[in-house]
Each structure stands twice: as C-alpha cells, then as structure tokens.
C-alpha cells in the first residue's frame, strides 16, 4: 500500500535540464513540449520552460502566414510539466510509473497568442493528490504575462 501524501519524501530536484526531462516523461519530438525545468519545490509545484521556435512543425499550418503556437499544446506542456514532477517524485520514493495519463482539464482559459520566438514558463502547483491521481493548477506566461490556465488532472500507472 502507497503511503498517503503527508508520509512521503519531498522530491528535491532543484531543476531539470532536457536530458533529465527525457528520463522522466515518454514524450520525445515533436511532442515533448518542455525544455527544462526550474523552481522545483518538492512536488508541491516547478516552472517548466518551452522555447519556441519558427522550425516546430506545428507552424506549418497553425499558420502559415501569421505563426500562433497552438493553445492545446499549451495545455499539454503545462500536463507535461506536472507529469515530470509526478513521476520525479515517484521515482524519490522508490515507486516508478510506467505511464502518466491526462485525465481532466479544465478552466482551460487562452489569454494572449503566443508566437516564435517566444519562451514560454509553465507555473504549475499541485492542488492534491491521493495515491496515483494528482490535480494541479497552470499558469503559461511569456515574460511575465499570463496567457493561458488550466486546471489538469493526472493518473500515475504503474505495472
């Protein structure tokens, strides 16, 4: 049985670089939408960070003449951000999820577009959790400004 959330060890990362992301998420390109991350402070909450930039496929056709980076990859680099503090704090406590799934997302709001060029900071600060599901409250900001939230649900997996 899972110790309850008061027990557990706190996971001290301090901050992630890609190559650490890469550990803790599945996600690989075009779909891993985070970079780094910073400001972990335990499983409690992090910043995770996306550059950017003009040669992502997505603008392609998201779109061609006027480049907006899709609000719905926004809502996913902020559950991937959550996702890797879930699975780092897991992996702390001797517990390794073979899978994180999205499970809700809500409150979803888009503020302002975000373009290349861009770097986008994920704030992200866990509402809950209890055994394998987790909550969190997102905020995207470029340079400061909000431009989009999000409520996200998530389910650890392990086999």
């Given at each position: 049985?899972?110790p309850?959330?008061?027990?557990?060890?706190?996971t001290?990362?301090?901050t992630?670089?890609?190559?650490?992301?890469?550990?803790?998420?599945?996600?690989?390109?075009?779909?891993?939408?985070v970079?780094?991350?910073?400001?972990?402070?335990?499983?409690?909450?992090?910043i995770?960070?996306?550059?950017?930039?003009?040669n992502?496929?997505?603008?392609?056709?998201?779109?061609?003449?006027?480049?907006?980076?899709?609000?719905v990859?926004?809502?996913?680099?902020?559950?991937?951000?959550?996702?890797?503090?879930?699975?780092?704090?897991?992996?702390?406590?001797?517990?390794?999820?073979?899978?994180?799934y999205?499970?809700?997302?809500?409150?979803?709001?888009?503020?302002?577009?975000?373009?290349?060029?861009?770097?986008?900071?994920?704030?992200?600060?866990?509402?809950?959790?209890?055994?394998?599901?987790?909550?969190?409250?997102?905020?995207?900001?470029?340079?400061?400004?909000?431009?989009?939230?999000?409520?996200?649900?998530?389910?650890?997996?392990?086999?």
């Amino acid at each position: 049985m899972e110790p309850d959330a008061m027990t557990e060890t706190p996971t001290e990362l301090g901050t992630a670089d890609i190559m650490r992301v890469m550990e803790l998420l599945p996600h690989r390109y075009p779909f891993l939408l985070v970079d780094r991350i910073t400001a972990i402070n335990g499983d409690d909450s992090c910043i995770g960070i996306k550059n950017v930039t003009i040669n992502e496929p997505q603008f392609t056709g998201h779109f061609p003449a006027m480049p907006v980076f899709p609000g719905v990859l926004l809502v996913e680099g902020m559950a991937q951000t959550a996702g890797a503090i879930c699975c780092a704090h897991k992996l702390q406590n001797n517990t390794k999820p073979s899978r994180v799934y999205l499970m809700t997302i809500d409150k979803v709001k888009f503020r302002k577009p975000v373009v290349p060029g861009d770097t986008v900071e994920y704030h992200m600060k866990k509402v809950s959790n209890r055994r394998f599901m987790w909550w969190f409250r997102g905020e995207a900001k470029v340079n400061g400004v909000l431009v989009a939230e999000a409520e996200i649900g998530a389910m650890l997996v392990t086999e």
